[in-house]
């Protein structure tokens, strides 16, 4: 498989986020290396969208990392414990970005559910591996992503990246409204959100 190279962020939001899906999210740790397939994401681009945290071009010491150049990871924390991976889009300076909202185990699986879990994989059930990397805060504690190892790093480095499949996989993508932004007025209603259809891991279909 090959990495993705920094031209692949660097073009419209809504691309990258249908593009991304298929890929496979790489993240070496701890003599581990975890891959997953992406099968969800969420836009989000800060020049008109009220759910976006850089919206109205606000800088904070959370949100400069979006203002990066495109291929950097952002990572932040809800609810003062789930920590989020995304992607910065686009060129440096304009604060968009793809979240990675689900993801399909393929390696380090036994170690995604200690991590997730406490317990072996023969201990869990069918329900709790289709839960194990199904929504954001899910992946990133089944994968040991977390913003202070990976805020802020390159995703074209050796760490944590994203990669082609050897392989052209044939699905269909669902395009939707984004969940759990009822703020955002108006943004609400953006069809920003993409999955493959019928993947068990995607967090609300």
Same mark, same amino acid.
């Given at each position: 498989?090959?990495?993705?190279?920094?031209?692949?962020?660097?073009?419209?939001?809504?691309?990258?986020?249908? *593009?991304?899906?298929?890929?496979?999210?790489?993240?070496?740790? *701890?003599?581990?290396?975890?891959?997953?397939?992406?099968?969800?994401?969420?836009?989000?681009? #800060?020049?008109? *969208?009220? #759910? =976006?945290?850089?919206?109205?071009?606000?800088?904070?010491?959370?949100?400069?990392?979006?203002? =990066?150049?495109?291929?950097?990871?952002?990572?932040?924390?809800?609810?003062?414990?789930?920590?989020?991976?995304?992607?910065?889009?686009?060129?440096?300076?304009?604060?968009s970005g793809v979240l990675i909202r689900a993801v399909e185990p393929i390696k380090g699986i036994e170690k995604m559910v200690e991590n997730r879990y406490k317990k072996s994989l023969d201990e869990i059930n069918k329900r709790q591996i289709y839960n194990l990397t199904s929504g954001p805060g899910k992946l990133t504690m089944a994968m040991k992503i977390t913003k202070d190892r990976n805020n802020n790093i390159d995703l074209c480095g050796d760490k944590l990246y994203i990669m082609e499949s050897d392989e052209k996989e044939d699905f269909e993508i669902v395009t939707t409204t984004r969940i759990n932004i009822d703020y955002a007025e108006e943004a609400v209603d953006f069809p920003w959100r993409f999955y493959i259809k019928d993947n068990p891991y995607v967090s609300k279909k």
């Open positions: 498989m090959k990495k993705l190279t920094r031209e692949f962020y660097a073009r419209p939001t809504l691309e990258v986020a249908r *593009d991304l899906l298929g890929k496979y999210l790489v993240h070496h740790i *701890d003599k581990v290396e975890y891959i997953a397939k992406i099968v969800e994401t969420e836009a989000y681009i #800060a020049d008109i *969208d009220k #759910a =976006s945290h850089a919206y109205n071009n606000r800088v904070t010491p959370r949100t400069k990392t979006l203002y =990066s150049r495109p291929g950097t990871a952002y990572v932040y924390i809800i609810y003062g414990m789930y920590h989020c991976l995304n992607t910065v889009t686009e060129i440096e300076g304009k604060a």
